[in-house]
């Protein structure tokens, strides 16, 4: 899945839950590096990893999306 500019949605929810980059990390299974990859729109996101950090901040993949 491309990412799309996820990276910026997935930073602002993560931290209107309270979640710092490592323990969100932790949650969903990768790296601090990787999620920071992410958050900064220079690494693709796939379905299942999508799909884990929905569940862990509680909202849809819909809310989610640029």
């Not at 899945?1 to 996820?6: A, G, V």
């Not at 220079?42 to 640029?66: F, G, H, K, N, Y």
Request: glycine content about 6%.
């Amino acid at each position: 899945m491309e990412s799309l500019n996820w990276g910026r949605r997935i930073r602002a929810f993560r931290k209107l839950k309270g979640y710092t980059q490592e323990s969100f990390a932790k949650k969903i299974g990768v790296s601090v590096s990787i999620l920071g990859e992410i958050e900064r729109d220079t690494r693709d996101l796939d379905e299942q990893l999508l799909r884990r950090m929905a569940s862990v901040l509680e909202i849809s993949i819909e809310e989610l999306r640029p």
